[in-house]
T-cell receptor, first 112, second 114 residues
């Protein structure tokens, strides 16, 4: 089945700087890659997603890039703010079984 | 539009008991998926229901079961609880399940087994 690896597990960034989280996947049939943000006491919230026919997608301060050949995708957050502090999860969905497999999460801390 | 609603938010049960968790999806969403979240294993897929039928299943023992009603509401049941079942159980709904429909999660039910 699909295996998604996520790095780093923890990340501390000075407010205003950029943060990058990277994920790799194993199943070449995966075609949908969402990113979720989970704050304390809440469920994961979808922040951005990308499909395999697109290489990059941007939404204000958040961007995701996808390299299908290398089977990796990344989340980029620019001009970080204290409210960006949370746990971020990447995920990959296989077109074969439609299951969504999550990475192990990155705890992002923004230092004021 | 109301989000995904899960009840109860917290549950404490004793080993050997059974428990039922409830999930109301976003209005119009026909697919409901369940996930178990633990610090050690992360987010693990339990099962997905679409139009009252189980469409997908993860690698969990038969003690974990679910169902979906005609109004798309879903319940998850765990029988003969074990200490290792302590976790945050998350429900997520989507318009049509896979096929590129984004998942929207509820805030979960925190189950503690003592």
């Amino acid at each position: 089945g699909e295996n998604v690896e996520q790095h780093p597990s923890t990340l501390s960034v000075q407010e205003g700087d950029s943060a990058v989280i990277k994920c790799t996947y194993s199943d070449s049939a995966s075609n949908y890659f969402p990113w979720y943000k989970q704050e304390l006491g809440k469920g994961p919230q979808l922040i951005i997603d990308i499909r395999s026919n697109v290489g990059e997608k941007k939404d204000q301060r958040i961007a995701v890039t996808l390299n299908k050949t290398a089977k990796h995708f990344s989340l980029h957050i620019t001009e970080t703010q204290p409210e960006d502090s949370a746990v971020y999860f990447c995920a990959a969905r296989s077109s074969l079984n439609e299951k969504l497999t999550f990475g192990t999460g990155t705890r992002l801390t923004i230092i004021p | 539009k109301a989000g995904v609603t899960q009840t109860p938010r917290y549950l404490i049960k004793t080993r050997g008991q059974q428990v039922t968790l409830s999930c109301s999806p976003i209005s119009g969403h026909r697919s409901v998926s369940w996930y178990q979240q633990t610090p050690g294993q992360g987010l693990q897929f339990l099962f997905e229901y679409f139009s009252e039928t189980q469409r997908n299943k993860g690698n969990f023992p038969g003690r974990f079961s679910g169902r979906q009603f005609s109004n798309s509401r879903s319940e998850m049941n765990v029988s003969t609880l074990e200490l290792g079942d302590s976790a945050l159980y998350l429900c997520a709904s989507s318009l049509a399940g896979g096929r590129g429909s984004p998942l929207h999660f509820g805030n979960g039910t925190r189950l503690t087994v003592t």
